[in-house]
T-cell receptor, first 112, second 112 residues
Framework: GENVEQHPSTLSVQEGDSAVIKCTYSDSASNYFPWYKQELGKGPQLIIDIRSNVGEKKDQRIAVTLNKTAKHFSLHITETQPEDSAVYFCAASVPGTYKYIFGTGTRLKVLA | KAGVTQTPRYLIKTRGQQVTLSCSPISGHRSVSWYQQTPGQGLQFLFEYFSETQRNKGNFPGRFSGRQFSNSRSEMNVSTLELGDSALYLC???????????FGEGSRLTVL
């Protein structure tokens, strides 16, 4: 069945350094890949997304890359700040349905 | 615009009981999805409704059910609760089937 693997499960970086989170999906027909940030006690919030017809997308300090051949996509956060500390989830759309498969999450800690 | 509202935010039940959770989507959003979030498992898709019709269902037992009303508000019900049902239940609304999911803050269910 559909599956999304996410690594690492935890990531600690020094403030100002970059952070990279990687996901691999199983269904080659998936065409939409959002990334969500979940702060403590809150619901996940979309931070960036990418569609299968694009290889890279950037929004200020956040970027996402997609490699359709390898079925792999990554989140890149540059110049990390303490407020970037949260749990990040990747997801992939399931073709022909209205559901998403989520990765198991990455807890990012930005150390001041 | 008000965000997605979920009630109750916290609840404690005992095994064998049943529970009903409520979700009010963002005004104008007709799609409502439900996800179960547990530590280490990420977000697992439960079901999605659009205009009072269930369009997709995840791999959960029949004890998990839902419905959507004409005003797009949605409820989910879990009958004969088990310890493993303890989780954060997240509701998300969307304007379109491949658009951004807007999550509520969730209903945290504890089953004793």
């Amino acid at each position: 069945g559909e599956n999304v693997e996410q690594h690492p499960s935890t990531l600690s970086v020094q403030e100002g350094d970059s952070a990279v989170i990687k996901c691999t999906y199983s269904d080659s027909a998936s065409n939409y890949f959002p990334w969500y940030k979940q702060e403590l006690g809150k619901g996940p919030q979309l931070i960036i997304d990418i569609r299968s017809n694009v290889g890279e997308k950037k929004d200020q300090r956040i970027a996402v890359t997609l490699n359709k051949t390898a079925k792999h996509f990554s989140l890149h956060i540059t110049e990390t700040q303490p407020e970037d500390s949260a749990v990040y989830f990747c997801a992939a759309s399931v073709p022909g349905t209205y559901k998403y498969i989520f990765g198991t999450g990455t807890r990012l800690k930005v150390l001041a | 615009k008000a965000g997605v509202t979920q009630t109750p935010r916290y609840l404690i039940k005992t095994r064998g009981q049943q529970v009903t959770l409520s979700c009010s989507p963002i005004s104008g959003h007709r799609s409502v999805s439900w996800y179960q979030q547990t530590p280490g498992q990420g977000l697992q898709f439960l079901f999605e409704y659009f205009s009072e019709t269930q369009r997709n269902k995840g791999n959960f037992p029949g004890r998990f059910s839902g419905r959507q009303f004409s005003n797009s508000r949605s409820e989910m019900n879990v009958s004969t609760l088990e310890l493993g049902d303890s989780a954060l239940y997240l509701c998300a609304s969307s304007e379109s089937n491949t658009g951004e999911l807007f999550f509520g803050e969730g209903s945290r269910l504890t089953v004793l």
